[in-house]
């Protein structure tokens, strides 16, 4: 029994690695992104890892609803594991805790929030987000 037990292991364990391999996106191609499921970004000479980490804001007017104004994204990212930036959508004029910015540049990389959709609309946790961005050079 334990040498069955051994053999699928070692079946198994290639699957499994794989499974846990991240999404690579070549440079100037749209990038999708979920909730704490980081991407890989490659360029000629450099990959940068991406993650989305945090909701931050997300005050936009949903679905058929008559709101005052339309609101805002806010999403915190982490970039190689250890840098943090943050990027909006909607009406960033207003004040806020975090710089708000479609954009923002990293180690030569400009990454631009493009979506930020949930799925169902009434339900406002991270995990339930998808996140597009374009990353270039």
Known sequence: MKLYSRILLLLLFP???SACEKTRYSMDN??????????????DDAEVEV?????????RCMGNKMCIWGGRFTGEFLLNGQDK?????????????VP???SD???GHTFTLL?????????RKARKYRITLKVSK
């Open 30 to 43: 749209d990038v999708n992104l979920r909730y704490q499921n980081p991407i890989i970004v490659i360029s």
């Open 51 to 59: 993650e989305f980490t945090k909701l931050v804001e997300d005050s």
């Open 15 to 17: 699957v499994l690695l």
């Open 100 to 102: 708000k910015h479609t």
């Open 85 to 97: 930036i943050y990027l909006s959508l909607g009406d960033l004029r207003h004040l806020a805790q």
């Open 105 to 107: 540049v990293y180690q």
């Open 115 to 123: 979506k930020a959709e949930i799925e169902p609309e009434d339900q």
